[in-house]
Nanobody, 116 residues
Framework: QVQLVESGGGLVQAGGSLRLSCAAS????????MSWYRQAPGKQRELVAT???????NYADSVKGRFTISRDNAKKAVHLQMNSLKPEDTSVYYC??????????WGQGTQVTVSS
């Protein structure tokens, strides 16, 4: 059984920073894509950032230049460094990983709240 455990969410003032982390445990041996999604109340879940096994990254336009995604393959972990946070970044952030067998895995979500 595979579990993704997230950490690092919390409350921060606008302009501040947070670092989210997500680590996989269980029988997942080869991870292709690692991503972060977010979902605000009443809104659809949206892709925030993605990093491939080769290190290629992609970001939503709303977070470009402020957020940085990184991964540690040895630890089966993905991180999201979030700087210059804005109130509109307030959401539940979800970690996502997909194995080379195209099996998707989701974390339980971590709340990020940015106060103005």
């Amino acid at each position: 059984q595979v579990q993704l455990v997230e950490s690092g969410g919390g409350l921060v003032q606008a302009g501040g920073s947070l670092r989210l982390s997500c680590a996989a445990s269980g029988s997942i041996f080869s991870i292709n894509v690692m991503s972060w999604y977010r979902q605000a109340p009443g809104k659809q879940r949206e892709l925030v950032a993605t990093i491939t096994s080769r290190g290629s990254t992609n970001y939503a336009d709303s977070v470009k230049g402020r957020f940085t995604i990184s991964r540690d393959n040895a630890k089966k972990a993905v991180h999201l460094q979030m700087n210059s946070l804005k109130p509109e970044d307030t959401s539940v952030y979800y970690c996502y990983m997909m194995s080379y067998g195209s099996i998707p895995y989701w974390g339980q979500g971590t709340q990020v709240t940015v106060s103005s």
